[in-house]
């Protein structure tokens, strides 16, 4: 899925003749977006085969979670172990240097107060940002949202050099690399107001754009007009992630993409600069963010199917159990499901940190009870799941469930190097 070159590798590879045909091509075939510069250029894009496999992909597994039927704890405690991460990676994409571990300690309290480190304070507001643009799914986009999205992102913090909170830029601003260098400059101040105008609008009314690909575009757009002095990247975030949950795409809450963007830092960086390198052509955007959300949610996928194997042993146990059994015997009966062979006592005592005698008469119990079988001689001897159900491969890995109902976006894509 790295077929849609730049610029510099284009014409090292074909020569400058053969890319400025490569251009005209990508031209000829682009998708106007109702969005411009400071000049009126339009940003633009090109639907490409892998934008239709990467959205195929993420529907799949839209439809897959919107069929589970999980214990709303789970749900629970998944939307916030993502919140927290999502808050954490998105702060120290911008430079937050709390630990991981410090910042999920103190995210984990319920308590609200000041930090007196701005990079846990950076951290704690961005919580609370997600938190806020939750309660705003029903209500359209505007200046005053946003600028109260604003105000939580940079709460208590920029106390040695005040900012403006809360409100657009006054003056320019600029976004320097490591070694200082300038690598972006927003549009002039008296241009914001006017960007913003227009960019509320595209977002508070329907298009013929694929929602996934708008998101990237909500990021993308936001990033460029640059409206506030600080918090920018992080308004961009937490705004495309809005958009998704306004548009029923509510796995974005079992999502942290920012995990993945912090993780593929410099991807991010190119995908954002070559926007710019080629004339505002988002494609390189919007193919990095479609990656993201791929693998985001093939991790989350992981993660619900520990839970679904979990919860198939307490099904059947419900059913079948009429003794109690302790937590060692849960935990043989788990590793049988989930690693499909036998377990010896051996293997046993070693993952229970057992004796023989103790092992022998777990799954004894087990026998008794009839969830194992007893296979096996002499040395070899070891135990199965009974249960045909247990048996039965789980259809997670690889499931193609679509959701009902058509799409109401048609997409064609275009062939291009």
């Known amino acids: 899925m790295d077929n849609y070159i730049?610029?510099?590798?284009?014409?090292?590879?074909?020569?400058?003749?053969?890319?400025?045909?490569?251009?005209e091509d990508r031209r000829?075939?682009?998708?106007?977006?109702?969005?411009?510069?400071?000049?009126?250029?339009?940003?633009?894009?090109?639907?490409?085969?892998?934008?239709?496999?990467?959205?195929?992909?993420?529907?799949n597994?839209?439809?897959?979670?919107?069929?589970?039927?999980?214990?709303?704890?789970?749900?629970?405690?998944?939307?916030?172990?993502?919140?927290?991460?999502?808050a954490y990676y998105s702060s120290h994409i911008e430079g937050a240097v709390t630990s991981l571990e410090v910042a999920l300690l103190h995210l984990s309290k319920p308590t609200r107060?000041?930090?007196?480190?701005?990079?846990?304070?950076?951290?704690?507001?961005n919580r609370d940002a997600l938190e806020y643009i939750r309660t705003q799914r029903s209500n359209?986009?505007?200046?005053?949202?946003?600028?109260?999205?604003?105000?939580?992102?940079?709460?208590?913090?920029?106390?040695?050099?005040?900012i403006t909170v809360g409100e657009y830029r006054k003056g320019p601003i600029y976004v320097v690399d490591g070694y200082g260098q300038v690598v972006y400059e927003g549009p002039p101040s008296q241009h914001v107001t006017q960007m913003m105008d227009s960019y509320l609008h595209w977002m508070n009314h329907p298009s013929?754009?694929?929602?996934?690909i708008k998101a990237a575009l909500v990021h993308l757009y936001f990033a460029h007009v640059h409206p506030f002095d600080d918090g920018n990247g992080r308004s961009a975030r937490a705004l495309s992630n809005l958009y998704l949950m306004k548009q029923d795409y509510h796995f974005i809450n079992f999502l942290a993409p920012s995990d993945y963007f912090d993780h593929?830092?410099?991807?991010?960086?190119?995908?954002?600069?070559?926007?710019?390198?080629?004339?505002?052509?988002?494609?390189?955007f919007i193919l990095y963010y479609l990656k993201a959300l791929r693998e985001q949610l093939r991790n989350v996928q992981s993660e619900i199917e520990k839970e679904t194997k979990i919860k198939d042993i307490r099904n059947i146990l419900s059913i079948k159990i009429q003794a109690k059994l302790d937590k060692k015997q849960v935990k043989a009966l788990q590793w049988m499901l989930e690693n499909r062979q036998k377990l010896t006592t051996k293997k046993y005592c070693k993952m229970i940190h057992c004796s023989d005698e103790t092992a022998r008469k777990d799954f004894n119990l087990l026998l008794k009870v009839g969830l194992v079988l007893k296979v096996g001689r002499g040395r070899a001897i070891g135990y199965i799941l009974k249960s045909g159900e247990l048996n039965q491969t789980h259809p997670i890995r690889g499931s193609k469930i679509v959701p009902s109902g058509e799409s109401r976006y048609r997409i064609k894509s275009s062939k291009n190097p």
């Open 208 to 212: 013929e754009i694929h929602p996934l």
């Open 264 to 284: 593929h830092r410099s991807e991010y960086y190119k995908a954002l600069q070559n926007t710019q390198n080629h004339n505002w052509d988002a494609t390189f």
């Open 140 to 162: 359209s986009f505007s200046h005053r949202m946003i600028c109260e999205l604003h105000k939580i992102l940079v709460r208590n913090t920029h106390k040695l050099k005040p």
């Open 6 to 23: 730049d610029k510099l590798k284009g014409t090292a590879k074909f020569g400058p003749a053969k890319w400025g045909e490569i251009e």
């Open 61 to 86: 597994n839209r439809g897959f979670l919107a069929s589970l039927k999980l214990p709303k704890k789970f749900l629970d405690h998944l939307v916030s172990e993502t919140e927290k991460k999502e």
């Open 113 to 125: 107060k000041d930090y007196g480190d701005e990079s846990l304070q950076m951290i704690i507001n």
């Open 28 to 59: 000829r075939k682009a998708t106007i977006v109702e969005l411009v510069d400071k000049n009126s250029a339009p940003f633009w894009f090109v639907l490409l085969p892998d934008f239709l496999t990467l959205i195929s992909e993420i529907e």
